[in-house]
């Protein structure tokens, strides 16, 4: 098995210990993300195919697929994805055990819109510059991220390992241009300010 793999292990325990208490989960608002809200709420037009990576309990991925994407949602616990199809039963969201370090080939450029929050932080740094490029590959010419992360403090421990400015400016490596930045404050036990930044790929 993989490193990666190996360090993303821990998230199946997780929801196992967790699978009829999902208050427990910390990062499980069981609503969606305001900031993927605001990007729906903006755009107006829902077209095409879109990803999200490490989805969870799946509200994200509900969002996206209501309004109006084709969506395809990824995590590699297969018991998040079980609660997640049971939340969103009859919904047309593709919910798949994928690990993003190991994508199927047919995702390669494939889709419009992906989806990132937390899943890079929630894994240790010396896989940060692998996972920015899986993420990356996913997207087609013209495709749209929307990255959600947050910043890094003063505290260097984990997990989670938020994300430095240096770090999210790999994105640019990828053939992604940065077409909005912002800094969100929010008070948060892992760190008080956020990341939300919108790339569109050109090849
Ligand atoms: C901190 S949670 C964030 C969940 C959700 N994106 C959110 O914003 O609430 C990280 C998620 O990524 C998933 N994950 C971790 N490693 C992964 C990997 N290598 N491939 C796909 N999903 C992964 C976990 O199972 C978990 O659901």
Redesign the pocket.
Same mark, same amino acid.
Request: glycine share 4%; aromatic share 14%; with cysteine.
């Given at each position: 098995m993989s490193r990666? /793999?190996k360090?993303?292990e821990w998230?199946?325990d997780?929801?196992k210990e967790n699978e009829n208490s999902h208050h427990n989960i910390?990062?499980? /608002?069981q609503s969606v993300?305001p900031l993927l809200q605001t990007y729906l709420d903006e755009k107006r037009v829902h077209k095409g195919k879109a990803l999200?990576?490490?989805?969870?309990?799946g509200?994200?991925a509900y969002a996206l697929a209501n309004g109006g994407y084709e969506t395809v949602a990824?995590?590699?616990?297969q018991t998040?994805l079980r609660i997640a199809q049971k939340r969103f039963e009859g919904t047309d969201i593709t919910f798949e055990k994928?690990?993003?370090?190991?994508m199927p080939h047919k995702y390669c450029e494939y889709f419009d819109f992906i989806?990132?929050?937390?899943?890079i932080?929630?894994?240790p740094r010396e896989f940060r510059s692998k996972?920015i490029k899986a993420v990356a590959r996913c997207a087609a010419d013209n495709g749209e991220i929307l990255v959600?992360a947050h910043k890094k403090g003063l505290s260097d421990g984990g997990p989670?390992w938020p994300l430095t400015p240096q770090e999210i400016e790999e994105f640019k490596e990828h053939n992604l241009h940065e077409i909005s930045s912002e800094l969100i404050t929010e008070p948060s036990n892992i760190s008080n300010t956020r990341f939300r930044i919108l790339y569109k790929k050109s090849l």
């Open positions: 990666e /793999k360090a993303s998230f199946e997780f929801y910390p990062w499980a /608002k993300n999200v990576i490490g989805c969870g309990l509200d994200d990824i995590d590699i616990s998040a994928q690990d993003i370090f190991d989806f990132e929050s937390l899943t932080q929630s894994l996972m959600v989670p």
